[in-house]
């Protein structure tokens, strides 16, 4: 056979991957081969658009399918064995892969990221490639993972039968979450930084699963802000928890489950009688706080207090913005993020798609506003005489004038590419968000008119 005439596939199947199985590793279950990592970067121009390449890996070696621990890049025999070193290792830094090895099918080059001291890059001969166990053995000492959590950290990932697994970033929040929790090293307070549309509901999903069925967590609360995004979670990824889970309804309490649900106004009521106090201290192991930036990030928030009382439970954030103002920090109180990944990192690799602004200016946001003297509000109290300007407006005064032409301004822009594509509107509370709403229905009519619970 000339192996200099062999395409750098053929090189994977017939030097490579029998090498692998030859060192005991399993094809079905350790060895993923031509492994597309990312959509493709989706590229704008005008209506239409396409996609860029996916990034591909050769191989992908797996302890098990939740734990990645190897790349190899190939390469034909006409380059040397560690031609593709400087690809794969490009490809091991997003992967967050610690093993890396290069060949062109007569050996291997090895990048071994846990070595402190001595060679970092070694050759070893084609039969000489290291076992599962070996890379399993250097990644724990690594990852300072002990036989004793080694049951947590390897447990499996749900699996309803579907071919839908974690992508590789929400692979990596999920272990190094689950690591961080089994290590135990003396800190309970967690927080990963996720972009909006990246899928932190089923990250949270996986952590818990992992944590109750391996028993190292027992008693679960997920904790939100807003009645619909528990209902999204009720019924979205965490349905799979079934019989075990419920919804905390106010001051009705059901000690049974192992997983529960909960809005922050749903355990609290501003008085002694708050529904939280109605669990013991210790009764939860485990809370995972979603959009951690909106509340519990401030110090004296009743949202803080709730975590307070349940300070020995172990704690995670979950944010896509993580707020460090003068007033809110989130790394203050969950620490820097075990993981972070950005809209950035998101558009790049296809999953979310590209933006570009357009930049309206209103006359009353540039110019200011002052009202005319002895002007009134609904209420019939004299306005300040001042001028008001951007940072004033929906903080510390409504125009409603304003909101009407956002509204309006939105609907244009809506009615010349889709009325009914995802669309998030950002307002500074509550009281502005209801009011963009009567806004939007008002200026959208027609649409309410046939979707009478919009």
Not at 153 to 168: E, H, I, K, M, T
Not at 386 to 394: A, E, G, H, M, S
Request: hydrophobic share 35%.
């Amino acid at each position: 056979m000339n192996k200099k005439s062999l395409s750098e596939r053929d090189i994977c199947t017939k030097f490579i991957t029998p090498s692998l199985m030859a060192a005991g590793w399993d094809l079905d279950t350790q060895i993923r081969e031509e492994v597309g990592f990312t959509d493709g970067r989706i590229y704008v121009r005008g209506k239409i658009h396409a996609r860029g390449a996916k990034k591909r890996v050769d191989h992908i070696l797996y302890y098990k399918p939740n734990i990645p621990l190897a790349i190899i890049e190939a390469k034909d025999n006409n380059h040397t064995v560690g031609a593709g070193m400087q690809q794969a290792l490009g490809y091991a830094k997003p992967l967050d892969v610690p093993f890396v090895f290069s060949s062109n099918g007569d050996g291997f080059l090895f990048h071994d990221k846990t070595v402190k001291s001595g060679p970092i890059e070694t050759e070893i001969p084609l039969n000489a490639f290291p076992s599962p166990e070996q890379l399993w053995q250097k990644y724990k000492a690594f990852k300072g993972i002990t036989d004793e959590v080694e049951s947590v950290v390897a447990q499996d990932y749900f699996s309803d039968g579907s071919n839908r697994s974690p992508r590789y970033y929400q692979q990596i929040a999920i272990n190094r979450t689950v690591e961080a929790i089994a290590r135990n090293e003396g800190n309970n307070r967690h927080l990963l930084v996720m972009a909006t549309g990246t899928g932190k509901t089923y990250t949270a999903f996986q952590i818990i699963y992992r944590l109750w069925k391996s028993g190292m967590k027992k008693r679960i609360l997920f904790l939100a802000d807003r009645t619909a995004l528990i209902d999204q979670t009720v019924r979205g990824d965490f349905r799979h928890f079934k019989e075990a889970m419920t919804v905390i309804k106010h001051k009705q309490i059901d000690t049974a489950y192992n997983i529960y649900l909960a809005l922050y106004q749903g355990l609290s009521d501003n008085n002694d009688a708050d529904a939280y106090k109605l669990f013991s201290p210790e009764f939860f192991d485990l809370i995972i706080v979603d959009e951690c930036h909106r509340g519990s990030a401030r110090e004296d928030s009743k949202w803080r207090e709730i975590l307070e009382y349940f300070k020995g439970a172990t704690h995670i954030g979950l944010t896509a913005t993580p707020k460090e103002t003068k007033e809110i920090s989130s790394s203050e109180y969950f620490g820097d993020p075990l993981y972070t990944y950005s809209l950035k990192q998101g558009i790049d690799d296809g999953f979310l798609a590209p933006y570009k602004v357009i930049k309206v200016t209103l006359d009353i946001d540039a110019e200011g506003w002052r009202p005319p003297k002895g002007f009134k509000d609904k209420e019939g109290k004299v306005v300040e005489d001042r001028l008001y300007n951007r940072t004033d407006f929906d903080r510390h005064i409504i125009v409603e004038e304003r909101r009407q032409i956002v509204a309006r301004k939105i609907t244009e822009f809506l009615k010349g590419s889709d009325r009914f594509s995802k669309t998030i509107v950002f307002c500074v509370d509550i009281e502005h968000a209801e009011g963009m709403r009567r806004e939007l229905a008002n200026a959208n009519a027609d649409l309410v008119a046939t979707n009478t619970d919009t």
